[in-house]
């Protein structure tokens, strides 16, 4: 089971830098990593994915080290619209119901 | 594109009763898949349907069914409430062809359903 930890609270400042990891230490090899931003009442919304090493897009980095045993989410600049609370999940397609794993997430509160 | 649609947004219901969620995917995806959110379980899967087949299940009780029709539109049931099943359902969509957790086929979320049961 590629079964996911994270720390459940960060608290950040406007306009630093947050990076939140996330373990998986039983990921699989055809697995790959993806976080997700949910605000309340709301459905969560896909950020970034990736694989291995580094992947960047407009709103956040992903950190994937060579064992591929955790990975950290990157937000450069953090605002107060970035509260949220941040979900990592791992599977592939042959990740079947029983392994679908959200976990608890991690609840940002950025502070003024 | 408009996103995933989910209706209707809040619902209240009475123990013992039924009820029924609809779910609009994004025009193209044939995957839809349901989830039940609350503050002491999180988030855990539902089921899964594509091409109005379900392709995965998770551990829930055989009072939650659901079903996909041939324009991938989805509805959940849920029959006998019970107080415990007071929750915000969500509803996602995504290309998955291959199965559930495809790469470069993120789930797409909608708002949910919010449903009290009293």
């Known amino acids: 089971l590629a079964k996911t930890t994270q720390p459940i609270s960060m608290d950040s400042y406007e306009g630093q830098e947050v990076n939140i990891t996330c373990s998986h230490n039983?990921?699989?090899?055809?697995?790959?990593i993806t976080w997700y931003q949910q605000f309340p009442s709301q459905g969560p919304r896909f950020i970034i994915q990736g694989y291995k090493t580094k992947v960047t897009n407009e709103v956040a980095s992903l950190f994937i080290p060579a064992d591929r045993k955790s990975s950290t989410l990157s937000l450069p600049r953090v605002s107060l619209s970035d509260t949220a609370v941040y979900y990592c999940?791992?599977?592939?397609?042959?990740?079947?119901?029983?392994?679908?794993?959200f976990g608890t997430g991690t609840r940002l509160t950025v502070i003024p | 594109k408009a996103g995933v649609t989910q209706t209707p947004r809040y619902l209240i219901k009475t123990r013992g009763q039924q009820v029924t969620l609809s779910c609009s995917p994004i025009?193209?995806?044939?995957?839809v898949s349901w989830y039940q959110q609350t503050p002491g379980q999180g988030l855990q899967f539902l089921f899964e349907?594509?091409?109005?087949?379900?392709?995965n299940k998770g551990n829930f009780p055989g009072r939650f069914s659901g079903r996909q029709f041939s324009n991938s539109r989805s509805e959940m049931n849920v029959s006998t409430l019970e107080l415990g099943d007071s929750a915000l359902y969500l509803c996602?969509?995504?290309?998955?062809?291959?199965?559930?957790?495809?790469?470069?086929?993120?789930?797409?979320f909608g708002n949910g359903t919010r449903l009290t049961v009293t």
């Open positions: 039983n990921i699989a090899t055809n697995d790959y």
């Open positions: 349907y594509f091409s109005e087949t379900q392709r």
């Open positions: 996602a969509s995504s290309l998955a062809d291959g199965g559930l957790f495809s790469y470069n086929s993120p789930l797409h």
């Open positions: 999940l791992v599977g592939s397609q042959q990740t079947g119901a029983n392994n679908l794993f």
């Open positions: 025009s193209g995806h044939r995957s």
